[in-house]
C-alpha cells in the first residue's frame, strides 16, 4: 500500500511539475508579446509566436508521455499491475535536453526585445539582469 501512493505521487509530480513548467515559460512570452506591442520589429514578434508555439508543443508532449507512460496507466503508479512502460531514464533525460533548449530560447529571446525599448541603459540592464536571472 505504502509503495502505492508514493508511485502515486510520483505520477502525479510528473505530470504537475511538466504542466507548471511549461506554463511558466508561456507566460513570460505571453508577457515578452505585451512588451512587443511598443517595439516596431515584426520579426521579433513572429520569432517570438514561434518560440511560443515550440514551448507550447514541447509542453504537451511532455505532458502526454508523462500521463500515457504505461499501457494499462495504472501500471505507471502500480508496480502489481503488469503493463509495457516507457523508457524513464530516456524519457527524463529528453525531458532535460528539451527545458534546457526552451529555456534558453525564452532567457535569450528577452535581450532583442528589450534592446530597442526607449529607456536608459541602466534601466534596460535591470531589466535583463531581471529576466535573465533564472539562467543562474
Known sequence: QQTSLTEQAIY??????????????????????????????????????????????????????????????????NSSIKGKCINDSAFYIGNAITGIFTDSMVYFLSIPIVRPLQMDRKRKIVILITLLIGLL
Open 12 to 77: 502525479v509530480c510528473a505530470l504537475t511539475y511538466n504542466t507548471v513548467l511549461g506554463l511558466v515559460k508561456l507566460s513570460v512570452l505571453a508577457l515578452y508579446r505585451r512588451i512587443l506591442q511598443g517595439v516596431p520589429s515584426r520579426t521579433l514578434v513572429i520569432l517570438n509566436w514561434i518560440v511560443f508555439g515550440l514551448v507550447a508543443t514541447n509542453t504537451l508532449v511532455n505532458v502526454f508521455v508523462a500521463a500515457f507512460q504505461c499501457h494499462p496507466i495504472h501500471a505507471a503508479f
